[in-house]
């Protein structure tokens, strides 16, 4: 590409008008290389052409690239006006229903099949549209220890044909429960959440962005900003928000946005070209299956197409799913009579995606104490990239392709535990269950639990993750460049006491950053001060501020972010007249033992539901086992006759509680 035409478009701003008029146009001998350049100044992209470049374009933007040495032919003028003739089109099996057919059509098919659906609204759109999901499993009113995946159409209002195939698998998934084997078994075994219309404004407006003119997949947090109309903020928008609460409610394993224009495969990153991620061996072989059922190519978002910032993938990828932006067809509203066409391409491959949900490594996260459940970050390797158990449950699910890896769990105040050598198998199901439990420790500090949002870098030169400031210090730092910010969640406020309160931690440099908190990641933002020095500590007291959940970074010079550590205060809420829970003694024989059983008991009769917990050393759970008396036998060998191996362990007694004992295993 020219220099001096990639000086023009840098120089030239294109300012769009209320309801400029919007032609296809191809832009002839232009390709990839450019699409970046001319999406940031408005241009809509669709395809890449033998002949050039398919976007959609004003008359300004058309005589913008007329002058940067380009020639256009105007393929159809006026693309909304053919949008609205394809909306009004009918086939015998499919249509473009209005929103509100569309709204009373899901609250119906929810009301007749209370069995195994079960219909939210996750919020509101910018014009006060209810922005609809369904669930589908076998106790959709329940959360459940199964693996959840997430679909969604239409974040682009005028991609419409992906709204038409969503509406479509609704109608399959309902009208197949119970009737066909795999659907019962995949609603049976799974969480499947369908979210066909994000984008209901913009949908009914026949025009890709929301009611407040934003480009919804520019709005996201991950690398937010530099990009046509991704809103004033990261995720300012009402629709961004109410998918981001619902992804953090519900860590899934896979997350597709389907979006239509071209035909293409997008898995992350799609804000640079110049890194891969972790899991692409997964997220590959993910890709291979759903090609195989379609064709479509596949590969890296950024580099199969163009860099943009902002997009929904790379967040959720950030945030632990394996995730895609998967283009459908190549005209973005096409006549209804395409739908059941595509529809039925495309089925085999996300039922095949569904499937797959239920492979690699999956368990629950629980306190060694308590025995409840535990909201934690969950670290694979290789790759090291985290994902999150459910905050209702504590379970997680993470697909990973047969072989070896370690698994680390860590959050908040809580001492590590760490597990190696997790197989996952070949054979069978070809999944592996691996449970834990956490031992709290107010020694352990709180600490970046996740990444809320980050402004965007220049990637070439600037090759760290934002997830890499999460966790304790540890020497691994994001670069925070000069003026750009980052905001992180701690999971837990860190309160105010006498002293230090938090520390930031830088891993090396010069540079410094100004420190703000908030309990909301919307702000009011407090100024705590400024970070300096590898280690700068904070007392709240001195910024008025009682505690803090969100801690935003906004570096005034290139700054190595390694963490943010908060001092682990647990303030007891004592009621009067409260009993207090004494611990049970629990006493086990023989130790060492060298049969098939060991025998447990207590002092004293435990509560109704009380469990035995072991674990071994690592805080691997590997039985729980129910008192129904204050006696117990453990017995070593499972169904097949295995035996628990040799080795230390740890047993104790939850809810009531009891100190560990050590049992040995020496057969």
């Known amino acids: 590409m020219n220099k001096t035409i990639l000086a023009a478009i840098a120089l030239v701003s294109v300012v769009a008008t209320a309801a400029p008029r919007r032609d296809l146009v191809l832009v002839r001998d232009a390709d990839w290389s450019i699409a970046a350049r001319l999406a940031h100044h408005g241009l809509v992209i669709n395809r890449a052409r033998e002949e050039g470049l398919e976007v959609e374009a004003t008359a300004e933007q058309q005589a913008l690239v007329n002058g940067l040495g380009y020639r256009t032919d105007v393929l159809e003028q006026d693309i909304q006006a053919l949008y609205s003739r394809n909306a009004g089109t009918l086939s015998t099996d499919a249509w473009y229903m209005p929103y509100t057919h569309y709204r009373d059509t899901m609250i119906t098919i929810a009301l007749n099949n209370s069995g195994f659906i079960k219909l939210e609204t996750l919020g509101y759109s910018a014009s006060n549209r209810p922005l609809l999901a369904m669930k ?34 609704v109608k399959y998934l309902a009208s197949n429960y119970a009737y066909d084997t795999l659907v019962t078994r995949l609603i049976d075994e799974r969480e499947i959440w369908v979210a066909p219309l994000v984008n209901p404004d913009g949908y009914e407006a026949h025009s890709r962005y929301n009611a407040n003119s934003v480009d919804l997949n520019r709005n996201w947090g991950h690398n937010w900003g530099n990009s046509s109309r991704c809103g004033n903020s990261p995720m300012s928008e009402p629709e961004t928000r109410a998918f981001m609460a619902h992804c953090m409610r519900h860590p899934f394993v896979l997350n597709a946005s389907y979006h239509s224009g071209t035909k293409y495969l997008a898995y992350p990153w799609s804000y640079t070209r110049y890194c891969t991620i972790p899991d692409k061996p997964h997220v590959h072989f993910l890709s291979q299956r759903y090609n195989a059922h379609t064709s479509y190519p596949y590969g890296q978002g950024a580099v199969g197409m163009y860099p943009l910032n902002g997009g929904a993938k790379d967040l959720e990828y950030a945030w632990g799913s394996l995730t895609w932006s998967i283009e459908i067809h190549n005209t973005k509203w096409p006549n209804a009579s395409e739908i059941v066409p595509t529809w039925n391409l495309n089925r085999p491959a996300m039922l095949e995606l569904f499937h797959h949900a ?18 934690a970050q969950v670290w694979v390797g290789p790759g090291d990239f985290p994902g999150y158990t459910d905050t209702t449950l504590g379970d997680y699910h993470r697909f990973y392709l047969p072989g070896t890896y370690s698994i680390t769990f860590r959050a908040p105040g809580y001492r590590d535990t760490t597990v190696t050598n997790v197989v996952v198998p070949t054979t069978g199901d070809s999944s592996v269950t691996v449970d834990v439990q956490m031992t709290p420790d107010l020694a352990e500090p709180l600490f970046g639990f996740r990444v809320i949002y980050s402004l965007y870098v220049t990637t070439s030169s600037n090759r760290t993750y934002p997830v890499w400031a999460l966790g304790p210090h540890d020497g691994r730092a994001y670069q925070l460049d000069n003026n750009k910010y980052i905001c992180l969640d701690m999971n837990r406020a860190v309160h105010d006491q006498t002293g230090v309160d938090l520390t930031v931690y830088r891993s090396s440099g010069s540079g410094s950053a100004t420190v703000k908190g908030s309990n909301d990641w919307t702000g009011p933002w407090t100024t705590l001060g400024t970070a300096s020095s590898p ?23 290139q700054f190595f972010f390694d963490a943010v550590e908060g001092v682990n205060y647990t303030g007891v809420n004592e009621r009067p007249g409260t009993p207090v829970r004494t611990m ?69 007694v939850t809810p009531n509680g009891s100190e560990p004992v050590r049992v040995i295993l020496a057969r």
Do not use: M
């Open 584 to 652: 049970l003694t629990l006493s086990t024989g023989p130790n060492p033992a060298t049969g098939n059983h060991v025998s447990f008991s207590v002092n004293r009769a435990p509560s109704p539901g009380s469990k035995l917990t072991v674990t071994d050393a690592t805080g691997r759970k590997v039985a729980s086992l129910l008192f129904s008396t204050s006696d117990l036998d453990w017995d070593l060998r499972d169904q097949s006759d295995r035996q628990v191996p040799n080795g230390v362990y740890f047993a104790r």
């Open 535 to 557: 280690e700068t500590s904070f007392d709240l007291s001195s910024s008025g501020l009682d505690s803090v959940r969100f801690i935003r970074l906004d570096a005034s010079s």
């Open 136 to 169: 589908f499993s076998d106790n959709p009113q329940v959360e459940e220890y199964e693996p959840q995946v997430h679909f969604e159409g239409n974040i682009h209002g005028d991609e419409a044909i992906t709204f038409g195939i969503y509406c479509e698998l």
């Open 358 to 375: 239920g492979k690699g490594i999956h368990g629950t996260v629980t306190d060694a104490t308590t025995d409840e459940p535990v909201h």
